[in-house]
């Protein structure tokens, strides 16, 4: 079974500081993505990365980057944490390959900015 | 800005009933349209996923009927339970990226 482990469950941090979300799959998928989920929006698309050292922007990558220097993990990166990033986020990876192949997620990390 | 609008945002059904979520996408770019189902505590997994050269697709008590002309899609969940009760994520998807609907929160009651 693939397993998408996210670092960290629950995260309290203050406005301004630089936080890291962390992800490690362990399926040598190429894709990963990075989701963010608040009630009646659904999830949505923040980054993702079809290779090492590739990203593309998804639908919200303000106030956001990410980093890909191995293909196993894929880190999100809030440059200056702010109240209205609180949220769950959710990473997840695919294989590339095929066209039809799902996404595997991992169980989330809900952030809290105070 | 959503890609994928979804409706309703809520559902309640008594056991036995037949739910039903709907979807409806833009970009003719998506060819493959899966359905998520996420649990409390827990991330969204695949439940089922339809190709857009097929009008429906039956896995077990659960169907998608696709619609390409009208760009739209939707879940029937026949004879609910009350384990059914979850939230639900529609979602189009090219070959490198996804995009998902706003979910919908199905209760059955029993």
């Known amino acids: 079974d693939v397993k998408v482990t996210q670092s960290s469950r629950y995260l309290v941090k203050r406005t301004g500081e630089k936080v890291f979300l962390e992800c490690v799959q362990d399926?040598?998928?190429?894709?990963m993505f990075w989701y963010r989920q608040d009630p009646g929006l659904g999830l949505r698309l923040i980054y993702f990365?079809?290779?090492?050292?590739?990203?593309e922007k998804g639908d919200i990558p303000e106030g956001y980057s990410v980093s890909r220097e191995k293909k196993e993990r894929f880190s999100l990166i809030l440059e200056s944490a702010s109240t209205n990033q609180t949220s769950m986020y959710l990473c997840?990876?695919?294989?590339?390959?095929?066209?039809?192949?799902?996404?595997?997620f991992g169980n989330g990390t809900r952030l809290t900015v105070t | 800005q959503q890609q994928v609008k979804q409706s309703p945002q809520s559902l309640i059904v008594q056991k036995g009933g037949i739910p039903i979520i709907n979807c409806a996408y833009e970009?003719?770019?998506?060819?493959?349209f899966p359905w998520y189902q996420q649990f409390p505590g827990k991330g969204p997994a695949l439940l089922i996923a339809?190709?857009?050269?097929?009008s429906e697709k039956k896995e077990g008590r659960f169907t998608i009927s696709f619609n390409k002309s009208a760009k739209q899609f939707s879940l029937h969940i026949m004879d609910s339970q009350p384990g059914d009760s979850a939230t639900y994520f529609c979602?189009?998807?090219?070959?490198?990226?996804?995009?998902f609907g706003a979910g919908t929160r199905l209760t059955v009651k029993p």
């Open positions: 997840a990876s695919r294989v590339r390959s095929s066209y039809n192949s799902p996404l595997h």
């Open positions: 970009n003719t770019a998506f060819d493959y």
């Open positions: 399926m040598d998928h190429e894709n």
């Open positions: 339809i190709r857009p050269d097929v």
């Open positions: 979602a189009a998807s090219t070959r490198s990226d996804m995009r």
């Open positions: 990365s079809y290779d090492v050292k590739m990203k």
